[in-house]
């Protein structure tokens, strides 16, 4: 079990911060981000 704690949280860990970007994306893809980006 502690051989493969590790392992779990080096694979949540990338995920986890790839969320956060989509999340902070998302945000700002509904406000004036997504405006902006495109014009």
Known sequence: ??????????????????YGFFAQASRMTKGDG????VE
């Open 1 to 18: 079990m502690k051989a493969e704690s590790p392992r779990i949280i080096q694979i949540f860990a990338p995920v986890m911060i790839l």
């Open 34 to 37: 997504l405006q902006l980006s």
